[in-house]
């Protein structure tokens, strides 16, 4: 008896499953339909729109567009200043992150948390901090320009800025892989007789390579964009202290929405493509380290 | 293959024997460690030695400071108090990169990124050897520990085995002083493990490194061990051959921690033991405890004779008369659980007697059937007296409690 019921159940239970799923297709196709439509409206509808402006009157407007001496020199200012941004943020990155995990020390909790800092405070606080830290009215920056040194409206400023805001992609992104990294690897190779700075470049260096250099376009992609404490820092001097994205933003004021939209897809494709290659290296990374 | 292996064993055991002769020269030689975690002590006055191609056994439960005091000697950690001589020579001051020792780590510590050939080969081109140099060494170590096959795979595409045997190659490369291995069986399986073990027990003896070894595992103990050192809680409880240790416990916690041991509170009087109601004469092991001393009464389940009749073997001590509770069979012997009724504890216990175990070979076991509440009388082959502490923390040596 036993045995015939519990033989029959499944039978009982799988159509009415099956029943269940055709009767109302809708919870399936809805919610695909719902995520899609979010999709298109708010990521891939703007795009479009700056794709038609952009290229509104044909490929050499546009190249014109990007090419003409005052946009073309805040883009070379944008590329230079976030290059030598991210050289720096790699190397000041990852020795912030090696400290964080390797040393302990009085205050290490407390620097652990500002690090983060700059995520927080809105990029204008940042700006206004440094006019303020380096303005030519300020101690600091008094002596700088007395020894020939202008930060504030020039360049070193524009890089100030953009180090101070993209200084947590680094050590945000070794720190978990540092703490991750067994520490015997390290103390076997002092045991074997490496020396420390051996010993970094030779065994924690390639273990954490992978990290910096996606922190590194992270920050690259971020200091690509960034706006708000340069239009502050910068002077905004087209042609010397002009950067793309307050380019952007003084094109759109004179009413140049076609200029404007050039520029915007040109860094927009460049963050997008930075983006695709940090996702495609760690894909990458992370098969050559499971099955090497 | 196999015979290669044992010739090989063969041939290192000759020269094994040829440097026991000159054991009194020590490479490896630690003095009064001493060591302090955040105020907790975690080693208190360690000292021993280690022979030229001895491998001695730390062995203790987890936080005795069994791993520290390895850590001390590689020189990744730095003793309170206490040196450490390797060759004759003071290293305590000298960072781990210059002493000269290898350690295999638990984990093996493998580069993950670099093949077996180039993890082998990192000790000498550090070192800056020339390249063929590095490529001859290379190919003999790979050779001894069986990996020319493997050479060009990365360590994750290796058993655990296997990556010992890198690791330990590792080592060798530059030819340490002496060789420090971290729990080596800890992350593998039962039957991997007693394999492995004589691998590199008949590889040390062929390389002829002295080497010292840490676990918790008692087999292991005595299957590596030229001498085994026992620590508990942070103290050297005692130092020997495993036979030493083994048949000549020296405290309660050594008696118990290698082997299984039976411990009957007992009384010296008048150069016996009375256990309970019991006296048993003794007259050697008694010589050394003054009358009316607290002792423990140990001896090993093996070294227990039962009679049914009362007729005990010859040398056998008569010890009382007890009931059986519990038979098992377990392969080679067979383990009885007894009851001794004329023996009461020296605590208020609730169940009247005492319960100790006792084995029989199958021998035995086939010729004479025993059976559960059977009364038998039992013996003693051999047994030791320790003294007796009320406390386990009371030992001589700590100035209190000492002959309490």
């Given at each position: 008896m036993n045995v015939d019921t519990a033989k029959m159940e499944p039978a009982k239970v799988s159509p009415r499953r099956g029943v269940t799923i055709r009767r109302r297709p809708w919870g399936r196709w809805g919610l695909r339909t719902a995520a899609v439509g979010y999709l298109g409206l708010m990521i891939l509808l703007p795009i479009s729109a700056i794709l038609a402006s952009g290229f509104g009157d044909g490929l050499a407007a546009f190249w014109g567009d990007l090419t003409n001496g005052i946009a073309f020199s805040a883009l070379r200012l944008t590329l230079i200043t976030a290059v030598l941004t991210t050289v720096i943020n790699s190397v000041m990155g990852t020795l912030t992150a090696y400290v964080l995990v390797r040393y302990d020390f009085p205050g290490r909790g407390m620097l652990n948390a500002m690090i983060d800092m700059p995520f927080a405070i809105p990029t204008l606080v940042t700006g206004v901090m440094l006019v303020v830290l380096y303005g030519p009215q300020r101690t600091l920056g008094a002596w700088l320009e007395s020894n020939g040194v202008q930060v504030i409206f020039a360049t070193p400023g524009i890089v100030l800025a953009l180090l101070l805001v993209t200084y947590p992609f680094v050590v945000r992104t070794v720190q978990p892989v540092l703490m991750e990294l067994d520490k015997a690897q390290e103390e076997a190779s002092y045991t074997i007789g490496a020396s420390k700075w051996t010993t970094f470049h030779r065994i924690i260096l390639p273990a954490i390579t992978p990290a910096v250099v996606t922190g590194s376009l992270l920050s690259f992609a971020r200091a690509l964009g960034e706006f708000g404490s340069i239009i502050i820092v910068a002077g905004n001097i087209p042609g010397r202290t002009l950067t793309a994205p307050v380019y952007v933003f003084g094109q759109l004021e004179s009413y140049n929405q076609r200029g404007a939209s050039a520029m915007s897809i040109l860094l927009l494709a460049l963050s997008f493509t930075l983006i695709v290659i940090v996702d495609w290296m760690q894909k990458r990374w992370d098969i050559e380290y499971a099955f090497p | 293959m196999q015979s290669r292996i044992v010739e090989a064993v063969h041939d290192a055991e000759r020269t094994f024997e040829s440097t026991a002769s000159r054991r009194q020269e020590s490479t490896a030689c630690v003095r009064n460690l001493s060591k302090s975690f955040r105020g907790a002590r975690v080693l208190e006055d360690i000292s021993f030695d280690v022979a030229e191609g001895e491998s001695l056994v730390l062995l203790g439960a987890s936080g005795s400071g069994k791993t520290t005091i390895l850590r001390i000697i590689a020189g990744l950690e730095q003793p309170d108090a206490g040196r450490v001589m390797l060759h004759g020579k003071d290293v305590t001051d000298l960072p781990a990169r210059e002493r000269g020792v290898g350690v295999i780590f638990q984990s093996y510590a493998l580069f993950p990124r670099m093949t077996v050939e180039k993890n082998v080969a990192y000790g000498l081109r550090i070192r800056r050897r020339p390249r063929r140099e590095i490529k001859e060494s290379v190919d003999n170590l790979l050779t001894l520990v069986r990996l020319e096959e493997h050479?060009?795979?990365?360590?994750?595409?290796?058993s655990g085995g296997q990556q010992q045997r890198v690791a330990i190659a590792r080592t060798l490369a530059y030819k340490p002083q002496v060789l420090l291995f971290d729990e080596p069986f800890g992350a593998l399986d039962a039957q991997t493990r007693v394999r492995l073990r004589r691998e590199i027990r008949a590889l040390l003896r062929q390389v002829n490194v002295p080497a010292i070894f840490i676990t918790h595992d008692q087999e292991e103990a005595l299957e590596l061990g030229d001498r085994i050192a026992v620590l508990n809680a942070g103290r050297l409880e005692q130092i020997g051959t495993p036979e030493e240790i083994y048949d000549r416990p020296e405290t309660e916690y050594v008696a118990t921690f290698l082997g299984a041991a039976n411990l009957l509170p007992g009384t010296v009087v008048n150069r016996s033991v009375e256990v309970g109601a019991v006296t048993i004469a003794a007259p050697e092991e008694a010589a050394r405890f003054r009358d009316g001393q607290a002792v423990k009464l140990v001896f090993r389940p093996e070294e227990v004779c039962l009679s049914q009749t009362g007729a005990l073997p010859v040398g056998c001590r008569r010890l009382t008369i007890g009931v059986i509770e519990e038979i098992h069979f377990v392969g080679a012997y067979e383990r009885l659980t007894l009851r001794l009724h004329n023996v009461t504890a020296n605590t208020a216990g609730t169940t009247p007697g005492v319960p100790i175990i006792a084995t029989r070979p199958k021998p035995e076991a086939a010729a004479t059937r025993l059976h559960v509440s059977d009364r038998v009388v039992i013996g003693l082959t051999t047994f030791r007296l320790l003294p007796s502490f009320a406390h386990a923390g009371e030992r001589p040596g700590l100035a209190m409690g000492v002959g309490k």
């Open positions: - | 050479r060009k795979k990365f360590p994750a595409q290796l």
